[in-house]
């Protein structure tokens, strides 16, 4: 079973920046793509960014620019971040980690495993 946990979530001010992490128990990313979604209420889950075993990285039109997604596989950390800048308050929402045994998909429901979810708060 493959674990993955968040962090780094929290309450900006529009124009502000926060950098999530999240780390993956039991495996290496060689092996892995690694996504982040995000969920606001009342909405769906939707694609944010994902970055694949060989370290190609994919965004949603709309957050090119702003958000950046790195991964750090170096001595079996296995983590993977999500930095944003620039928020807006329509970034607001729960963000989650995401991973899959195959390529990168822009559908959640093609990964395996989540983390628990980190709440990205930001005010006007």
């Known amino acids: 079973q493959i674990q993955l946990v968040e962090s780094g979530g929290g309450l900006v001010q529009a124009g502000g920046s926060l950098r999530l992490s999240c780390t993956a128990s039991k495996h290496s990313f060689s092996t892995y793509a690694m996504g982040w979604f995000r969920q606001a209420p009342e909405k769906e889950r939707e694609f944010v960014a994902a970055i694949s075993w060989s370290g190609s990285t994919y965004y949603t039109d709309s957050l090119k620019g702003r958000f950046t997604i790195s991964a750090d596989n170096a001595k079996n950390t296995n983590t993977v971040y999500l930095q944003m800048n620039s928020l807006k308050p329509e970034d607001t929402a729960v963000y989650y980690c995401?991973?899959?045994?195959?390529?990168?998909?822009?559908?959640?429901?093609?990964?395996?495993?989540w983390g628990q979810g980190t709440q990205v708060t930001v005010s006007s």
């Open positions: 995401a991973s899959r045994s195959r390529g990168v998909s822009y559908y959640y429901g093609a990964y395996e495993y």
